[in-house]
């Protein structure tokens, strides 16, 4: 999840409100799979591609209807409400004693659920940043990044930006999506709900990973998303250790995300406050 807004927020600078539909979509997707039977993997693989059509629709709303990438994401989240209920046919939905890509790495390996989760999340983790990484290299994947730093010397170079666009955004949400669709397995359900605050969540890893890991290079800073969001998770269980009401979680994650993106300017504020003290000192 961390990865695919780190694609819409750093590369494409869209903020991109489709997020917190998309994962429940890649969530419903794979429930309701799992439920009729089919595969968990191969579920995994449908949800991505259900995350690429929200994505899909956003662009289209974003740059051929010239609606505002913002209202963009938010129309399309909020139709996504009614579609997540429609794949899922009620609010939530179990999957307790299903067969899950967990319990077959479980099974295989003899393993506890928790180990297997690891596995499966590290695996997957340390791939897509492989893939992507190359894949930002191919000549698309070099105009959507140009794209997103500037699009009028891409325009000049006779590249279609609507099109580097709808690209960004449509794997962005499939990576959402997929995200949707593991973190289903993992807790054994999917719930119309799930989705709430989870691009502040993305946020939060992304700022945090941005901020403790640094930023030298394009495949340093996909790997500084991964660990973005492995601190974040620890943050909040020691966060929850130390007696923090869960309801409160949001809260506290939208005020570090805040204090997160204010350093720049407080570092500002730092600099030029030094340099008036500087400068009194030669003067004095």
């Not at 897509?128 to 730093?149: D, K, M």
């Not at 930006?161 to 949400?173: K, P, Y």
């Not at 620890?234 to 309801?247: F, H, S, T, Y």
């Not at 995300?257 to 008036?276: I, Y």
Request: with cysteine.
């Amino acid at each position: 999840m961390t990865l695919g807004v780190y694609i819409s927020y750093r590369i494409l600078d869209v903020a991109d409100l489709t997020v917190e539909g998309s994962i429940t979509l890649g969530a419903a997707v794979c429930a309701n799979m799992i439920t009729s039977g089919n595969d968990p993997v191969l579920s995994l693989l449908i949800a991505f591609i259900g995350g690429t059509a929200a994505g899909l629709v956003t662009g289209l709303l974003h740059t051929k209807l010239r609606i505002p990438a913002l209202l963009s994401g938010i129309l399309t989240m909020i139709a996504l409400y009614s579609v997540n209920l429609r794949v899922m046919g009620m609010s939530n939905v179990s999957l307790l004693r299903m067969t899950t890509a967990y319990s077959k790495i479980s099974d295989w390996l003899g393993v506890n659920k928790t180990i297997s989760v690891i596995i499966i999340g590290g695996a997957a983790a340390v791939g897509l940043v492989f893939i992507l990484y190359w894949f930002f290299g191919t000549q698309i994947g070099s105009a959507i990044r140009a794209t997103g730093n500037n699009p009028h010397m891409v325009r000049a170079q006779g590249i279609n930006t609507d099109t580097a666009i709808i690209i960004g955004l449509m794997l962005a949400n499939g990576l959402v999506a997929l995200s949707g669709g593991l973190i289903a397995q993992s807790q054994n359900y999917a719930d119309v709900q799930m989705g709430t605050g989870a691009i502040v969540i993305g946020l939060a890893s992304l700022i945090i990973g941005e901020v403790l890991f640094g930023k030298r290079g394009f495949k340093s800073r996909l790997i500084s998303m991964i660990f973005g969001a492995i601190t974040y998770r620890i943050i909040i269980a020691l966060v929850l250790r130390m007696g923090m009401p869960a309801d409160d979680l949001k809260l506290f994650t939208a005020i570090t995300v805040a204090l997160a993106l204010s350093l720049p300017r407080f570092r500002e504020l730092r600099d030029t406050f030094k340099a008036s003290i500087s400068g009194r000192k030669r003067h004095a």
